[in-house]
């Protein structure tokens, strides 16, 4: 994702946060209750003032003592209102916040998973985790407490200061004057706090993907007995965080010093001026109380707003790397008028002098002029060496890329004419890395087709002989089997996997091994199973065992980005190729029969 410099990140200020404005809009009614008890709130704070100079000149000057009880009573409906209205303005606005803050969440990652693949090739699962939870807690405390906390200080300060020009022109003069000079270094130093904000967000997520990945591979660093040098690097990786944070915070502190001191010592200049008028009698001590009561209230709202607009910037900071992310575009979209796919697909598969380099290693080809066609309900196994191409051509078919040259075919459609998504759902995939999510053993077989019904995720299951593992765990299908499916075997998360393909029902089966992590007694009938599926449907088979590569309707040897055989087993071992010296090396499983098959 780009990185936005800090020079620019200090140049436009908070705009980031403009970004967020039509959230508020979907919430009209939330934003007018909160403006309205906002500023009812800060309205009623500027009556006080106003009670208490009433209530020094006359008050306190008469000897009715009813006359002192109704201002004291006065000062207590007034405090009720002021309490009515705030407790009225935190409901509203930290309802607000937290409303906004779901939707952008749900914004964000709806967006992040419609994504291409060569957007998650260069970016860390964590950091985009980080924006997801960290950059969006930021967005809420801005949305919900900042950002009226700044209303209501900037409502007060206006109206504090026109109250003082009311009451006493000559000393408001003295306090308006410092004015200029304590928003324009907070307007400055406030760019400052954001890009340093900025940082240190930045910071702080590529700690979080460290961590990420750290705690997703646990087992394997216990295993390497390297917990020591994981926690040395994430604990470097925390305090640069710190470190980066620390700079912000400095800044902040600088800011917020040097607004409240000149802001005071304007205050203090007001009450000097103030008692040498109320001794030579041109001021009563109340005027002078009320203009003094004024100053602190401009006083410490501006005093507020320099830290509110230090927190303000962070958001900003926060706002901006969502707005990053939002404004990521997906490499693969449909086409304006996407072609559609027949209402029975077939499932004849069609490269046509297709080359293609990934986006990371544009120099490096993973195809170079591959051609090859299956035919409808053909079983076509791809057999080579690693990094040959095999998952390459996968990742073409379900048009996670786009070749760079040529055409991929399904049914006679380039598959750069059709939606995306009504392609994927012509095509079930049992990867050899299995995805099992933390979640009931239904809810990951149901993965395959939402909206299944128990009846027809048991069935799949036992068609692809889970079920007999099922019925033995603690709760059945209804068993929480762990993040990454933790508490399953190898084996057993494969069996899911081929269950959540069998359960999609779909024309085109892409299989990566499927039985690769099975003992032999459940690979045999797995592949019974499978070959059950398999019949009336396209399947191309990524092979690393014997017993697959021999129920192949033919085999394609890739090498180098490119065909360099076909043909049966037989046929290929009696060339003696490529095909001949993996069969004696990658199927070394399978000898005996690779030796029968030969002779």
Not at 102 to 124: C, E, G, N, P
Not at 385 to 399: D, E, N, Q, V, W
Request: hydrophobic share 50%; no cysteine; charged share 20%.
């Amino acid at each position: 994702m780009a990185r936005t410099s800090n020079e620019d990140a200090g140049r436009r200020s908070l705009k980031p946060l403009r970004g967020f404005v039509p959230y508020l809009r979907r919430y009209r009614g939330l934003v007018a209750g909160a403006l309205v008890s906002l500023a009812l709130a800060a309205l009623t704070t500027l009556t006080l003032p106003l009670a208490v100079r009433r209530m020094i000149d006359h008050g306190f000057s008469a000897a009715d003592s009813q006359m002192i009880s109704g201002y004291f009573a006065m000062l207590m409906v007034i405090a009720a209102v002021l309490a009515a209205a705030s407790a009225a303005r935190y409901y509203f606005v930290v309802t607000l916040g937290e409303r906004i803050v779901s939707d952008i969440r749900r914004d964000v990652f709806s967006h992040v998973t419609a994504l291409s693949a060569s957007f998650f090739d260069t970016t860390q699962s964590g950091e985009i985790v980080s924006r997801l939870a960290a950059d969006t807690t930021q967005i809420k405390s801005a949305v919900g407490a900042t950002a009226s906390v700044a209303l209501r200080n900037a409502i007060l300060a206006i109206g504090a200061l026109t109250m003082m020009v009311f009451t006493s022109p000559k000393l408001s003069g003295i306090v308006i004057a410092a004015i200029p000079v304590i928003v324009l270094p907070l307007v400055a130093f406030g760019r400052s706090v954001r890009a340093k904000s900025r940082s240190a967000q930045d910071t702080l997520a590529n700690a979080t993907a460290y961590a990420s990945e750290q705690i997703g591979a646990v087992r394997t660093v216990q295993a390497y007995t390297n917990e020591e040098l994981a926690t040395a690097r994430f604990a470097k990786a925390v305090e640069s965080a710190f470190q980066a944070a620390r700079v912000s915070i400095f800044a902040r502190s600088f800011l917020t010093f040097f607004a409240i001191f000149l802001v005071f010592s304007s205050v203090v200049a007001v009450l000097w001026f103030g008692s040498r008028d109320v001794l030579s009698g041109a001021m009563s001590p109340g005027t002078l109380g009320q203009f003094v009561l004024y100053s602190v209230l401009a006083a410490s709202s501006f005093g507020q707003l320099s830290e509110v607009w230090g927190e303000l910037s962070q958001a900003a900071g926060a706002a901006e790397r969502l707005t990053e992310l939002l404004a990521e575009k997906p490499a693969i979209v449909a086409p304006r008028q996407p072609k559609a796919l027949p209402a029975t697909t077939k499932g004849a598969i069609a490269f046509e002098d297709v080359s293609f380099a990934y986006p990371t290693q544009p120099n490096r080809s993973a195809l170079h002029r591959l051609n090859f066609s299956v035919k409808p309900g053909e079983t076509v196994a791809v057999v080579g060496p690693s990094g040959a191409g095999k998952s390459t051509i996968f990742s073409l078919l379900l048009r996670f890329y786009d070749p760079d040259s040529g055409q991929v075919r399904l049914d006679g459609l380039d598959l750069r004419e059709v939606d995306p998504v009504a392609l994927r759902g012509r095509i079930a995939i049992v990867p050899q890395d299995i995805a099992i999510f933390a979640a009931s053993v239904r809810d990951n077989i149901a993965f395959g087709r939402p909206g299944a019904g128990d009846v027809e995720v048991e069935a799949a299951a036992k068609a692809a002989l889970a079920d007999e593992f099922i019925v033995k765990l603690d709760k059945g299908y209804d068993t929480q089997v762990g993040e990454r499916g933790i508490t399953l075997s190898g084996g057993q998360r494969q069996r899911i996997a081929i269950a959540r393909a069998i359960l999609r029902n779909a024309p085109v089966l892409l299989l990566d091994e499927a039985t690769s992590a099975l003992d032999a007694t459940s690979e045999t009938l797995v592949q019974e199973a499978l070959e059950h599926l398999m019949r009336g449907r396209t399947t191309l088979v990524i092979a690393h065992r014997l017993a697959t590569v021999l129920k192949a309707d033919r085999i394609l040897v890739i090498d180098d980005g490119g065909i360099v055989e076909e043909g049966t087993h037989s046929t290929l071992v009696a060339k003696k190729g490529l095909y001949a010296r993996l069969a004696k090396l990658q199927f070394e499983s399978g000898a005996d029969a690779f030796r029968g098959a030969a002779e």
